[in-house]
């Protein structure tokens, strides 16, 4: 059984940085991708950030392009989320996914883990 820990969210101002991390049980290593997405109120869930195992590739949503790294740890089973010159609109409930199955659409579909979430709250 999969399961996803998420931690490093906090209370941050603009400009400032956090490093978010997912602790994944154990099956990392099998995964098709896994990433991290956010929810702030009142809006969908999107993804921010996610790495695709079959190729190595990384996504990032434009928004956080040049700000966000993901970066993952295969030995300890974690992945990590760099969060620099953070802006109030940041501010989410950030949670980490990893999916197992093939038709998984990275950061977009087909993720079937999920994590508890983690509160980024960027505000002066």
């Known amino acids: 059984q999969v399961q996803l820990v998420e931690s490093g969210g906090g209370l941050v101002q603009p400009g400032g940085s956090l490093r978010l991390s997912c602790a994944d049980s154990?099956?990392?290593?099998?995964?098709?991708?896994i990433g991290w997405f956010r929810q702030a109120p009142g809006k969908e869930r999107e993804g921010v950030s996610c790495i695709s195992r079959g190729d190595g590739s990384t996504y990032y949503a434009d928004s956080v392009k040049g700000r966000f790294t993901i970066a993952s740890d295969n030995a300890k089973n974690t992945v990590y989320l760099q969060m620099n010159s953070l802006k109030p609109e940041d501010t989410a409930v950030y949670s980490c996914a990893v999916g197992f199955g093939p038709r998984l659409v990275v950061c977009e579909r087909g993720y079937d883990y999920w994590g508890q979430g983690t509160q980024v709250t960027v505000s002066s």
């Open positions: 154990g099956f990392t290593l099998d995964y098709y991708g």
